[in-house]
């Protein structure tokens, strides 16, 4: 390689000959249209829209194309006031692109969006459940599998229900399915306790503060004990029905 003094489009262009690019490769590997690549290695970085972008371009395309990125932006620094000077070929241009890069290590912005968003998930199930101190964990029980030969086991109630409830304060739900149903359980704040399909066999208790509302898609196909009174079904077979408890 000669000494003679080259611009920068015309040591951009001789590099990418000679790393064997076509403009239109370099332009897949950089986002710079082929239009402005062309423009680019005649020297002419109007269509750039400023020193910041051409400064931008002329990075990546000298990246791309084997060269020290670094030192071609400082040769454009030099040249940016008074048009395309020329430079030295030598302080830019290298044949040998084994070039070792410094990794720049980027803060992983997905997962710190992840983190975040877990966190503030978590902050919301707390504030709802244990900020107001009036409602817990719905506890929903599948049915229990048929023995062979055996009669139906009771299932146990649940920890909800065998608590003890102080008049006039607490009020413990339990809804018992017959056949599969859509269920909904709000609180007195309109807090929603469950949503869902309620399988046959299975039983559900709720415990709030005050009142338990249900909604219930099949009235007939559940039935109804509160604060351990069994108030049977509350509504006829296929009627979709609202009701709601209290503790008295």
């Known amino acids: 390689m000669d000494g003679r003094s080259e611009s920068i489009g015309s040591v951009l262009a001789r590099a990418r000959r000679s790393a064997g690019l076509t403009v239109g490769q370099v332009s897949a590997r950089t986002r710079i ?4 690549i062309h423009a680019l290695e005649r020297d002419d970085f109007s269509p750039c829209g400023g020193d910041f972008y051409g400064r931008g371009h002329v990075r990546n395309i000298a ?21 395309p000077a020329p430079v030295r070929a030598s302080a830019v241009f290298q044949a040998d692109r084994r070039i070792r890069l410094r990794e720049r290590r980027s803060l992983n912005w997905s997962m ?16 709802l459940m244990g900020g107001a101190g009036d409602v817990n ?17 009771v299932p146990p109630r649940n920890a909800a229900a ?3 409830v102080r008049p006039g304060d607490m009020v413990v739900v339990e809804v018992r399915a017959s056949k ?7 609180d007195a704040k309109d807090r929603t306790l469950f949503s869902g399909r309620l399988k046959r066999g299975a039983t559900a208790t709720w415990r709030a ?10 009235a007939g196909a559940v039935s109804v004990r509160v604060n351990g009174k069994d108030l049977g079904v509350p509504g006829p077979l296929g009627e979709t029905v609202t009701r709601t408890y209290k503790p008295r």
Request: charged share 20%; aromatic share 2%.
């Open 33 to 36: 249209s082929e239009s402005l």
């Open 63 to 83: 990246k791309a194309v084997g060269l020290d990125p670094e030192a071609v932006v400082r040769a454009y620094d030099e040249a940016a006031g008074g048009g």
């Open 112 to 127: 710190a969006l992840a983190i975040a968003l877990g966190i503030a998930i978590v902050f919301g199930v707390v504030r």
């Open 137 to 153: 964990v719905a506890e929903v029980r599948p049915a229990p599998p048929k023995p062979s030969a055996s009669p139906p086991a």
């Open 162 to 164: 065998a608590a003890p």
């Open 180 to 186: 599969t149903t859509r269920v909904t359980a709000r």
């Open 209 to 218: 503060r005050s009142e338990v509302v249900l909604e219930i898609g099949n």
